[in-house]
Nanobody, 114 residues
Framework: VQLQASGGGLVQPGGSLRLSCAAS????????MSWYRQAPGKQREAVAS???????GYADHARGRFIISRDNAKNTVYLQMNSLKPEDTAVYYC?????????WGQGTLVTVSS
């Protein structure tokens, strides 16, 4: 399984960004796909997750501002991020467990700054 994340960039506070993560390889059996983030000097933390059936879960810092969604036909997970704050600045990673192993994308940098 390979994961390719994209969509990061520089955005002003209050702005929006949409991240994408496309899974390839043996991706049809992936159930849960998740987004994590790691800010400079901090540990990686969970952001949101979505199951193949569409069930979602959010970390407290993301709930109400971020929306995770998924296109199973494209094996792609999205993260719509709204009302962005400077503290959302981080490298965002997608993760997908498969066959007992956690696969990670390469990360995409989101910078929220005026």
């Amino acid at each position: 399984v390979q994961l390719q994340a994209s969509g990061g960039g520089l955005v002003q506070p209050g702005g929006s960004l949409r991240l994408s993560c496309a899974a390839s390889g043996n991706a049809s059996y992936i159930d849960i796909m998740s987004w994590y983030r790691q800010a400079p000097g901090k540990q990686r933390e969970a952001v949101a997750s979505v199951t193949r059936a569409g069930g979602t879960g959010y970390a407290d810092h993301a709930r109400g501002r971020f929306i995770i969604s998924r296109d199973n036909a494209k094996n792609t997970v999205y993260l719509q991020m709204n009302s962005l704050k400077p503290e959302d600045t981080a490298v965002y990673y997608c993760k997908a467990p498969s066959s007992g192993y956690d696969y990670w994308g390469q990360g995409t940098l989101v910078t929220v700054s005026s």
